[in-house]
């Protein structure tokens, strides 16, 4: 029986396999840029100051401005100083994943057995010492 050449492409894997327990499964968004909820506010927040100034169609709906107001009520840190002084600091841990900094930057733990605790993936990347020195540094810059 003759074999027939493939004409679509093949079929990709499901969405919703992705998990952040031990070990990291972001499916296709594995190694993705990443942003705090601080980083998302200011990008956000910025954007609409733009087009409003640019006096541009800002088209403010409904889901924008729900976006809008969980961030405001979520983000840590809302002085872009502090903000980009955190992504700094996490930035430096190239042994953890963009998505394990995102998370310690938006859930700002107060030590490291929390953070291993929501953020089961870190539990083998660094050490508790380590890893309280940089939440440390993180909550020194969110109560400025």
Do not use: W
């Not at 990709?12 to 327990?21: D, L, M, T």
């Not at 409003?52 to 969980?70: A, F, G, I, S």
């Not at 903000?83 to 996490?90: C, D, F, G, H, I």
């Not at 089961?120 to 400025?144: A, F, H, T, V, Y």
């Amino acid at each position: 029986m003759p074999t027939h050449q493939r004409t679509s492409r093949p079929k990709p894997p499901p969405p919703g396999n992705e998990e952040a327990s031990a070990n990291l499964n972001l499916g296709e968004f594995q190694g993705v840029d990443t942003l705090t909820l601080s980083e998302a506010s200011l990008v956000l927040n910025a954007l609409v100051a733009k087009r409003r100034n640019d006096r541009k169609n800002v088209n403010e709906t409904e889901m924008l401005n729900q976006t809008l107001n969980y961030l405001d009520h979520f983000a840590r840190f809302t002085q872009k100083e502090n903000v980009e002084a955190v992504e700094r600091l996490l930035s430096a841990h190239k042994d953890l994943a963009k998505f394990e900094r995102a998370q310690l930057g938006s859930l700002c733990c107060e030590n490291a057995d929390e953070a291993k605790t929501l953020i089961p993936s870190l539990s083998d990347k660094i050490k508790d010492e380590d890893l309280q020195d940089l939440l440390d540094e993180i909550s020194k810059l969110q109560n400025r």
